[in-house]
């Protein structure tokens, strides 16, 4: 249960949602299967396989939407429409009409939807309440701001904002690869994106490559800005931080897991363990990196 790629917001100043209010809420919007001709089907789901619908431990909270959506190719509907197709105008004796044609596709989708196979994803999101933040493990924009829109219906709005830094991303990164100097805390690894600033937007790309000496500073002082950087924070969690201040590619360190998995005798233990482990280390990772971007910027 350990997050991959995550967005992070800021919860309101005055946010006081706790791990109970939060399980009454989730509660009256569960996912419901797909049914008829539903084509998908939202709602909120266990994050552990019982019945309740929040995790929380130390001030953290847990929880995750799912996302039934029914399986139906395009390549599916094609063929049965063709196939009716010949069927019509072998009975007929003409071809059918575009207006006829898009109205048979229709058909045949209500037909075949009730035996279409539904697939079940799952986005999870972490309420870091003890410092205002909103953490959603997601590796696309789409799937946090459809975790985001569904969470403020359930509960009549929650009005939380992207973390926004007094640097951005790009001069910070920029400057650290310049510098040749990491911030406090932080290493630089082997991975980077250069983008132009001017109309070509010409980028280079390193992966496993050595990113100190003069090829990298020929590049920036060529203009190019970093857009993409890989780090590690206190050898403890290694992660690639994005110009939109997403966080990709986060992999929590053996010696992070072989302290849950020591310390576990069960499966609920070990879910216990991982979460406590993973929120606490990455809390502290994010407040040391806000920290590297001159602090959160003032709303």
Request: charged share 30%.
């Given at each position: 249960?350990?997050?991959?790629?995550?967005?992070?917001?800021?919860l309101?100043?005055?946010?006081?949602?706790?791990?109970?209010?939060?399980?009454?809420?989730?509660?009256?919007?569960?996912?419901?299967?797909?049914?008829?001709?539903?084509?998908?089907?939202?709602?909120?789901?266990?994050c552990?396989?019982?019945?309740?619908?929040?995790?929380?431990?130390?001030?953290?909270?847990?929880?995750?939407?799912?996302?039934?959506?029914?399986l139906l190719?395009?390549?599916?509907?094609?063929?049965?429409?063709?196939?009716?197709?010949?069927?019509?105008?072998?009975?007929q004796?003409?071809?059918?009409?575009?207006?006829?044609?898009?109205?048979?596709?229709?058909?045949?989708?209500?037909?075949?939807?009730?035996?279409?196979?539904?697939?079940?994803r799952?986005?999870?999101?972490?309420?870091?309440?003890?410092?205002?933040?909103?953490?959603?493990?997601?590796?696309?924009?789409a799937?946090?701001?459809?975790?985001?829109?569904?969470?403020?219906?359930?509960?009549?709005?929650?009005?939380?904002?992207?973390?926004?830094?007094?640097?951005?991303?790009?001069?910070?990164?920029?400057d650290?690869?310049?510098?040749?100097?990491?911030p406090?805390?932080?290493?630089?690894?082997?991975?980077?994106?250069?983008?132009?600033?001017?109309?070509?937007?010409?980028?280079?790309?390193?992966?496993?490559?050595?990113?100190?000496?003069?090829?990298?500073?020929?590049?920036?002082?060529?203009?190019?800005?970093?857009?993409?950087?890989?780090?590690?924070?206190?050898?403890?969690?290694?992660?690639?931080l994005?110009?939109?201040?997403?966080?990709?590619?986060?992999?929590?360190?053996?010696?992070?897991?072989?302290?849950?998995?020591?310390?576990?005798?069960?499966?609920d233990?070990?879910?216990?363990?991982?979460?406590?482990?993973?929120?606490?280390?990455?809390?502290?990772?994010l407040?040391?990196?806000?920290?590297?971007?001159?602090?959160?910027?003032?709303?």
């Amino acid at each position: 249960m350990w997050f991959k790629n995550i967005f992070i917001y800021r919860l309101p100043a005055d946010c006081a949602i706790t791990a109970a209010t939060l399980q009454e809420k989730l509660a009256t919007k569960p996912l419901q299967a797909c049914s008829g001709l539903d084509k998908q089907s939202r709602g909120w789901v266990s994050c552990r396989g019982d019945d309740r619908l929040v995790h929380a431990a130390n001030g953290q909270i847990l929880f995750a939407l799912g996302v039934e959506q029914k399986l139906l190719p395009a390549t599916i509907i094609n063929r049965f429409t063709k196939e009716r197709v010949s069927d019509i105008e072998a009975q007929q004796g003409y071809k059918v009409g575009r207006k006829e044609l898009k109205d048979l596709k229709e058909a045949i989708t209500e037909e075949l939807l009730p035996r279409a196979f539904a697939l079940l994803r799952t986005t999870y999101a972490w309420l870091d309440t003890a410092n205002g933040r909103l953490v959603i493990d997601a590796a696309s924009s789409a799937r946090a701001e459809e975790l985001l829109e569904f969470l403020n219906k359930t509960l009549d709005e929650l009005p939380v904002k992207p973390l926004h830094t007094d640097l951005s991303p790009v001069s910070a990164m920029t400057d650290w690869l310049a510098g040749e100097d990491a911030p406090a805390g932080f290493t630089i690894d082997r991975e980077l994106e250069l983008r132009a600033t001017g109309e070509s937007r010409a980028t280079v790309r390193y992966a496993n490559h050595a990113l100190e000496g003069e090829e990298i500073r020929s590049h920036i002082a060529a203009g190019k800005r970093a857009t993409r950087l890989g780090m590690t924070w206190n050898d403890r969690i290694s992660f690639v931080l994005t110009e939109q201040l997403q966080i990709k590619r986060l992999e929590f360190l053996d010696i992070i897991k072989e302290e849950s998995a020591a310390m576990a005798d069960t499966a609920d233990e070990m879910f216990d363990l991982d979460f406590t482990l993973m929120t606490g280390e990455l809390a502290k990772m994010l407040t040391d990196l806000t920290e590297a971007l001159g602090g959160e910027k003032a709303t």
